[in-house]
C-alpha cells in the first residue's frame, strides 16, 4: 500500500544548528514528492517539489529511490523555522490528483 | 478575499443535526479537494472535484456528502455524523489536478466538533 511515513513527531533544535526532517515513503511506481508546511496561525501551503530540485527558505529535498526517501534538510535552522512540516507523495498513475500526506513533524527551533 | 476560504470556522453539532461546510476559491482554480485533519492521524484526502465533476472518493461514508455547483465552490453536507468525524476539514484547490509541478492551496479549515 501506498503510505508516507514521518518517524518523528517532534524535532527540537538550537538556532543554528543543521535541522533533517525525516519522510520515508512507500510506493512501487515513480514518485513525486512535496513539502508542505504550516506556521503558527496560518495555512498549510506548498514549501517545495522534488521535481523542481529548488532550494526554498534554505531547505531541500533530494529524492532517493534507493532508501525510498524524501529528506528535508536545512544547514542552519532559523526561529522562524519552528513550524509543521508535512511530506506528501503524488501517485503517478492517479489522474485524480491524490496526495497522500504523512503524519507530520513539528519543528521546534529554540533561541 | 483572495485565496480558498472556508466557513463556518467552528462547527458544533448533535449527531442528528444536518449542516453543511463552505469552501471558496478566488483563484481560478479548476479543481477542488476535501481532506481531513484528525489529531492522531495523517491529513486523509476525502474528495476531489475537477471541473465540476468528482474525480475521487476515497472510500468516504455516506454521511458525508460533497457538492461543487461550480469551479469556485465546494460543499461538504454533513448528517448523523459520529464522534469520530470530530476533526479539522480541510479545503484545497489548484490550478488543475495535483500533478509534479501543481500545488495545492488550503483554506484555514472547519474545526468539527460532533457531540
Known amino acids: 500500500a501506498q503510505r508516507v511515513t514521518q518517524p518523528e513527531k517532534l524535532l527540537s533544535v538550537f538556532k543554528g544548528a543543521p535541522v533533517e526532517l525525516k519522510c520515508n515513503y512507500s510506493?512501487?511506481?515513480?514518485?513525486?514528492l512535496f513539502w508542505y508546511v504550516q506556521y503558527s496561525r496560518q495555512r498549510l501551503q506548498l514549501l517545495l517539489r522534488?521535481?523542481s530540485r529548488e532550494s526554498i527558505k534554505g531547505f531541500t529535498a533530494d529524492l532517493n529511490k534507493g532508501e525510498t526517501s524524501f529528506h528535508l534538510k536545512k544547514p542552519f535552522a532559523q526561529e522562524e523555522d519552528s513550524a509543521m512540516y508535512y511530506c506528501?507523495?503524488?501517485?503517478?498513475?492517479?489522474?485524480?490528483?491524490?496526495?497522500?500526506f504523512g503524519q507530520g513533524t513539528t519543528l521546534q527551533v529554540k533561541p | 478575499e483572495t485565496g480558498v476560504t472556508q466557513t463556518p470556522r467552528h462547527l458544533v453539532m448533535g449527531m442528528t443535526n444536518k449542516k453543511s461546510l463552505k469552501c471558496e476559491q478566488h483563484?481560478?482554480?479548476?479543481?477542488m479537494y476535501w481532506y481531513k485533519q484528525s489529531a492522531k492521524k495523517p491529513l486523509e484526502l476525502m474528495f476531489v472535484?475537477?471541473?465540476?465533476?468528482?474525480?475521487e472518493n476515497n472510500s468516504v461514508p455516506s454521511r458525508f456528502s460533497p457538492e461543487c455547483p461550480n469551479s469556485s465552490h465546494l460543499f461538504l453536507h454533513l448528517h448523523t455524523l459520529q464522534p469520530e468525524d470530530s476533526a479539522l476539514y480541510l479545503c484545497?484547490?489548484?490550478?488543475?489536478?495535483?500533478?509534479?509541478?501543481?500545488?495545492?492551496?488550503f483554506g484555514s479549515g472547519t474545526q468539527l466538533s460532533v457531540l
Open positions: 484545497a484547490s489548484s490550478q488543475d489536478r495535483v500533478g509534479p509541478n501543481e500545488k495545492l492551496f
Open positions: 510506493y512501487s511506481g515513480s514518485p513525486e
Open positions: 522534488h521535481i
Open positions: 506528501a507523495l503524488r501517485l503517478d498513475s492517479s489522474n485524480t490528483g491524490k496526495l497522500i
Open positions: 483563484l481560478g482554480h479548476n479543481a
Open positions: 472535484y475537477n471541473f465540476k465533476e468528482q474525480t
